[in-house]
C-alpha cells in the first residue's frame, strides 16, 4: 500500500486523469487492507488531486466528473472502512460536498445517484447532507434519499427481470403485473416516475418475447400511454425506451400502424426533461434515431428541443465540445431567422 501511495501521488502530480492514476486507484481499492494511517494518507492524496483537478460544468456530459473527481467520490467513501475514524474523513469528505454543492443541479443529484448506488459504506455521513440539501432548499424534495434509493431499487429491479430466465417471463401476466408500477407512476419525483417507467418497458419486451406478440398491447397503443404519462410529467418516455431496448429489432418496425418518427418528434415536443432521472432520456434516443438532417435539427430546434439537436448534430463527431460550440451558434441564427420571418412563414 505505500509503495502504491508514493506511485499515485507521483503519477497524480503529472496528470490526476490519466490512465495510470485511475489503475493505481483501482489497485489502491481492490487490492490491500489499509491501516488508519495509511487510509489517511491516501484521502490527503486524493484529496490533492481533487482539489488540483480543473473540473467544471464544461466537462463532457458523458463523463460528467472527470478521472480525478469520480474516483476520489467512489474510493474515498469506499476505504473508510479501513480504520479511519469519523473525525479523520469527515473534514476531507466535507471539502468534497462543500465544492460539489456549489455545481449544477444536475451534477448534484448525479453525484448523490452514484453514492446511493455504488457505494456501501459512509452512507449516514452524505445521507445527513443530502437531507440538508433538500431542507435549505438546495435541491427539490423530490431529489430526496428515499425517493433517490426508490428509484434505484427499481433500477436494479429492471435487471433482475433481464437476466431471469425466459421461462420466468412466461409466468408474467401484462395487465395484472404492470399495476404496482402505474402506482408509482403517480409520484411526484422524476426519478421514480422513470424508474417504474424503465421496469415496465422490461416487462413489456420480456412478456411479449415469452408469450408472443398477443400478449401484451400493440406497440401503436403501449406508445399511445407513454406519450399520456410523458405529458403527466415528461422523463417517463426515455426510461420506458430504455427498458423496452428501443431500436434494436424488428419489434419497433412490425407495427404499421405508427410512425415512429413522428411519434418520437411529438413525445419530444410535450416539453423538456427534468434536470434528472437517472435514466436514458427521451432526447438520448432521438439523437440515436433521427437522421441528422438539417429539416432535422430545424425542427429540434424551433420546439425548444436544442438539447436533442446538440446531440443529433455532434454524433458523428463524437460530441467534440468545440462543433457543439458551433452548432449553438447556428441554431441561435435559425431562431433569429424563424423569430423575423413573417408569422405565416414559420
Known sequence: AEKLLDQLQTEFRKDPNSKGCIDLLRQLRLDHKMSPEQVERAMDVLAEVFLASSV???????WPFGAAAAHFQKLALSIIPGGATAKTVEPLIGKYFEWLASQSDWRVIHALWEMYEKSEYGSSTFRYWHRDLVKS?????????????LAISLEKEAAAIFNRPKERWSAWEWSRDIEQYKVLLSQASPSVRAGAALVIGKLYRSVREANG????????EILAWVSEEERRGTGVAGAFLCGAYFGIDNLWTDDQSIDLNEWMFEALAIGPEPVFTGFQSLAFYAHEFFEPSEWNLRRLVAMGREDAAIMLATESVNHDPFWEEQFRNTFAEWRQESAAAPSEDR
Do not use: H, K, Q
Request: hydrophobic share 35%.
Open 213 to 220: 406478440p398477443a400478449s401484451v398491447p400493440p406497440l401503436a
Open 56 to 62: 467544471t460544468d464544461a466537462a463532457p456530459a458523458f
Open 137 to 149: 432548499g438546495r435541491i427539490s424534495s423530490s431529489y430526496g434519499p428515499n425517493e433517490l434509493e
